[in-house]
């Protein structure tokens, strides 16, 4: 089993539609979590991170968190087309390092 | 000015050379780190810094050695590289106390043939 797990997608969504991406993990006793987002070809950039259960909004990215699952999601509201990109969760853990999923692709369709 | 920088940004090697890719940082982060990411994979830790005497292997770290010449300097050398070594290699920098946000390069895409 993987410590961090996503779905590879895409996942194809219609502009202006909410994307939900989903991640879980195996460690209990995670602590940080985080998304990136990485365009095609650049390198991964924070967007988003949660450290306590429930939600985290930023603007149209909602964080969510449910340590006692062990699943994490971002929700983009109100998707747009240049946010079409692979999303990593990453996952900070027992070991203090940062491990990361596979990544999700999404593709908003104009 | 980009804050992590990567050289070189693209590489060709053959199996059993050596080959040394750099990273170097403009803005005193504590912490570095070197993963490579590959299809499907995501990014995997190969070696990991949080000070200039302190050098920690990662997941990954069989057929690669680094080396932190300054606080500023993180290098990952693959002493004999082997075709299963292809892939996008990424540095990354992190201050201590923010966990989860590293600053990455642009990354150094290296093929063994």
């Known amino acids: 089993q993987k410590e961090v797990e996503q779905n590879s997608g895409p996942l194809s969504v219609p502009e202006g539609a909410i994307a939900s991406l989903n991640c879980t993990y195996s460690?209990?006793?995670?602590?940080?979590f985080f998304w990136y987002r990485q365009y095609s070809g650049k390198s991964p950039e924070l967007i988003m991170s949660?450290?306590?259960?429930g939600d985290k909004e930023d603007g149209r990215f909602t964080a969510q968190l449910n340590k006692a699952s062990q699943y994490v999601s971002l929700l983009i509201r109100d998707s747009q087309p240049s946010d079409s990109a692979t999303y990593l969760c990453?996952?900070?853990?027992?070991?203090?390092?940062?491990?990361f999923g596979s990544g999700t692709r999404l593709l908003v369709r104009p | 000015d980009a804050d992590v920088t990567q050289t070189p940004r693209n590489r060709i090697t053959k199996t059993g050379k050596r080959i040394m890719l750099e990273c170097s940082q403009t803005?005193?982060?504590?912490?570095m780190y070197w993963y490579r990411q590959d299809p499907g994979l995501g990014l995997r830790l190969i070696y990991y810094?949080?000070?200039?005497?302190?050098?920690n292997k990662g997941e990954i770290s069989d057929g690669y050695s680094v080396s932190r010449q300054a606080q500023a300097k993180f290098s990952l050398s693959l002493e004999s590289a082997i075709p299963n070594q292809t892939a996008l290699y990424f540095c990354?920098?992190?201050?201590?106390?923010?966990?989860?946000?590293?600053?990455f390069g642009e990354g150094s895409r290296l093929t063994v043939l």
């Open positions: 990354a920098a992190q201050d201590r106390g923010r966990a989860g946000e590293l600053f």
């Open positions: 810094s949080f000070d200039v005497k302190d050098i």
């Open positions: 460690d209990r006793v995670s602590q940080s």
């Open positions: 803005k005193g982060h504590d912490r």
């Open positions: 990453a996952v900070r853990g027992s070991s203090y390092k940062l491990i």
């Open positions: 949660i450290y306590s259960n």
